[in-house]
């Protein structure tokens, strides 16, 4: 991509990524940690920020522009679907690689960031070097599990209930798409949902059918059946 090699590089043994600084681009929605991630990474021998976003979709829209090798992003950013973003990147970039940051260790986030997509999982009281070591793993072309949730993935896998884990998760919902799941099984009307919420008709459908395919849900009675199931109404 025409970068400027770095005459210092040191390489991990064995994760040898090449002679060219790999660019990182930042997505978090708190600008402190952005600064301090990009302080941080910019240290590093052979890589480089190129760019900060402060939610997933201004993420989505720069990486054109800016041609990361590895996007850094958070997964709980408000007015955001994270695993959405992940799950577009992936599609219209397939050679960039995605490390998911967070703090959150539920199964939900773990096997929805992956399923959408990305190639490492990180945790934001992981070590710095941890963080370091997974985007040169990634950038090798291998998968990266905080050492924290490998026990976590392991145990579930082991019980049986990998399948029912990587099934359609509430985590992989958007916070419009979470109030409109609750509301249609409250029993409102589009219109109705769309008054509340103070969005158009269309926009409302349109977080309907996103929440109902991401669900495997085919019906009002599935929506409701699974609201109840999860604790988000009385039956």
């Known amino acids: 991509m025409g970068r400027t090699p770095s005459p210092n590089s040191r390489r991990t043994p064995g994760l040898d990524v090449g002679e060219t600084d790999t660019n990182i681009l930042i997505v978090d929605d708190h600008a402190l940690l952005r600064e301090g991630l990009q302080s941080l990474l910019s240290a590093q021998v052979g890589m480089k920020v190129v760019g900060t976003a402060e939610d997933a979709q201004d993420g989505v829209d720069k990486i054109s522009a800016l041609q990361p090798d590895v996007v850094l992003t958070d ?3 408000p007015e955001t679907g994270s695993v959405d973003a992940i799950r577009q990147i992936r599609e219209a970039h397939p050679d960039i690689k ?87 099984a409250e029993g409102l009307k589009t219109r109705e949902i769309a008054g509340v919420l103070s969005l158009s008709p269309k926009t409302v459908e349109k977080h309907r059918t996103n929440m109902m395919n ?11 059946l699974y609201a109840i199931q999860s604790g988000l109404i009385d039956e």
């Open 214 to 224: 991401k669900l495997d849900l085919h019906s009002v009675s599935a929506v409701t």
């Open 75 to 77: 997964l709980a950013m």
């Open 98 to 184: 995605i490390v998911a940051l967070t703090f959150h260790k539920e199964d939900g986030y773990i096997h929805a960031a992956l399923r959408a997509g990305a190639d490492g999982y990180v945790l934001k009281d992981d070590s710095r070097d941890e963080l370091v070591l997974a985007i040169r793993s990634v950038l090798a072309g291998k998968n990266y599990l905080s050492p924290a949730i490998c026990g976590t993935v392991i145990e579930g896998y082991l019980s049986g209930v990998q399948k029912k884990q990587l099934e359609p998760s509430w985590h992989a919902l958007t916070r419009r798409e979470r109030q409109v799941i609750k509301m249609i």
